[in-house]
């Protein structure tokens, strides 16, 4: 599913978050989403998750426009997304298996289904041997594992993290950016908000540099802008 | 347990008609899991409503079970019409005959002046008296057994017209203590409904309530859900079924507690049927009341839990 940003803009209050952002990403894609805190990562992947609307301009999914798409139909459209957040957002009254496999559930699995794929996506993040235990009794790096396994169990059309790898070790960091790019080589769309610089650069990637609400570069990657 | 995916292992979400049908039961069985997760505040819950529910029914079923045993009465002759003292009579047959054809009458009996006097004498032992009588004081009778449908208003009307009769020197309404009940248990009637929509309303604010607090303590996992892809609906599901629930088992639970306090009063009650020569009360809360009563809970607890959910649910919003 390719993205398109459209002269896009979100103004909260008195004070701008986004201002005439454009680029594009096309389907299969993977980028990185930088900046400094406040300078509009996460109202864009707001908008692109429909937790805001756009003030201005027209964001496109799979060359849907999000404006058309109605409250009762964010449900739907989110079940395209993975969606791994800083925070983990893992529910801690039930095991790690059944965090995984709420996704599966809420799209209407079968139970079979459920349990073959659940067990799939915690062995990709190597986690296969907790799956009974509660995500409270886990590591903060082992949390964040159980995020990414759960956003990637439904095989989404596009993978958004929102700084992954904020609090975790550089090794861990690196494991976990690996991954993102694994899923991207199966043609996943991946979107991975991070300020880790150091990092990024050594992923060759695209980088969307975001400073007070406008794109300032397109790409410094390696392989240059696609 | 599972409905099998139609297109084998692996094909990806189920047909849209059946994956409902799983949230469905899936939601049922979260809901029951739930309650049995918390039993102390749950069973209270359930009892609150099954008191609020008990009240009411038990009252109107009371009522019912006394205005059964009323129309089961013998209806007494409710009108006494005392003819004229001059009346022959034949004169009082061709009266009564007048009056049979009146609407709201179902029939007349003429009791003579003599067989009145015979009776009261038999009745009062006074012997004595009916040789000291040079004639009978007393006027030919006309007993008049109102059609049963007539109404207190429609007898009072009904002995207006016939003083209003030539031939007729006097109308005794004979159905005051009738009357007196009939209002009685009509105001009993009316109090017990008005208490029952009182009391559904405290249902429904009382289980609204403990569903807010439901829906705040999984504020975390509605957000979440939300997040993930999950609609309004997935996540109201569970709590409408807690609500349907703990509606239903409060209904259950108030049956049960009026079947028991009917039990209680049956020697009571059936030896006040015995004063008035009546066999014991009739069966008056039966399998239909229960299952009403049942219906009637769960009603009451989707109403509270579309109304709680419509109040706090759409307000969590993902930040």
């Known amino acids: 599913m390719d993205i398109v940003f459209d002269r896009v803009g979100k103004r909260f209050d008195q004070r701008d978050a986004l201002i005439d952002l454009s680029f594009s990403m096309a389907s299969g894609e993977m980028a990185f989403l930088t900046g400094h805190s406040g300078a509009g990562k996460s109202t864009l992947l707001r908008l692109l998750l429909l937790l805001d609307r756009a003030s201005s301009g027209e964001v496109r999914v799979n060359g849907r426009p999000l404006s058309k798409i109605r409250e009762s139909g964010i449900g739907a459209y989110r079940r395209d997304f993975g969606v791994i957040f800083q925070d983990h957002k893992l529910l801690f009254d039930r095991s790690v298996f059944h965090n995984v496999a709420l996704p599966l559930e809420i799209a209407g699995f079968t139970k079979r289904d459920i349990d073959r794929r659940v067990r799939a996506a915690l062995d990709k993040v190597g986690l296969l041997d907790r799956e009974r235990a509660s995500p409270e009794m886990l590591s903060g790096g082992e949390q964040q594992r159980v995020g990414i396994a759960r956003a990637v169990v439904a095989r989404p059309k596009i993978l958004i993290a929102d700084e992954p790898t904020g609090n975790l070790d550089p090794q861990l960091s690196a494991e976990i950016m690996g991954l993102f790019a694994a899923f991207n080589s199966v043609g996943v769309t991946v979107i991975v908000a991070s300020h880790d610089l150091a990092l990024i650069s050594r992923m060759s990637q695209r980088i969307l540099t975001l400073q007070e609400g406008r794109l300032i570069t397109l790409s410094n990657s390696l392989r240059g802008d696609s | ?319």
């Open chain 2, 1 to 319: 347990m599972a409905i099998q995916s139609p297109a084998g292992v692996g094909s990806g979400p189920r047909p849209r008609v059946l994956a409902w049908a799983h949230h469905h039961r899936q939601a049922a069985a979260a809901s029951v899991e739930k309650l049995i997760r918390e039993p102390v505040s749950n069973a209270l819950t359930v009892l609150v409503i099954a008191i609020a529910l008990a009240l009411p029914t038990f009252a109107l079923t009371l009522a019912s079970a006394v205005t059964q045993e009323i129309s089961q009465l013998d209806a007494p002759p409710q009108l006494s019409v005392l003819t004229d003292p001059a009346l022959i009579y034949d004169d009082a047959v061709i009266l009564a005959e007048k009056i049979e054809r009146q609407p709201g009458v179902a029939s007349v009996k003429i009791i003579d002046r003599d067989t009145a006097l015979k009776e009261f004498i038999n009745a009062t032992g006074l012997d004595a008296l009916s040789s000291r009588l040079a004639s009978n004081p007393l006027p030919h009778t006309l007993w008049l057994y109102p059609s049963s449908n007539i109404r207190a208003a429609g007898l009072e009307q009904l002995s207006q017209d016939l003083t209003a009769l030539p031939g007729v020197s006097e109308v005794i309404l004979d159905s005051r203590w009738l009357e007196r009940l009939e209002a009685f248990i009509a105001l009993a009637r009316s109090v017990a409904i008005a208490l029952g929509v009182a009391m559904a309303l405290g249902v429904v604010l009382t289980l609204g309530n403990t569903l807010r607090l439901g829906i705040e303590s999984r504020r975390e996992e509605i957000v979440v859900i939300k997040l993930i892809g999950g609609g309004n609906a997935f996540a109201r599901r569970p709590f409408l079924y807690t609500g349907v629930l703990i509606g239903a088992l409060g209904g259950l639970v108030a049956a049960v507690l009026i079947l028991i306090a009917l039990e209680t009063l049956t020697v009571p009650i059936s030896q006040l049927f015995e004063l008035y020569d009546r066999s014991a009360a009739v069966s008056v809360f039966g399998l239909l009341d229960v299952i009403g009563l049942l219906v009637v809970g769960a009603t009451l607890g989707w109403i509270s839990a579309c109304y709680s959910v419509q109040l706090h649910l759409a307000r969590i919003q993902p930040r």
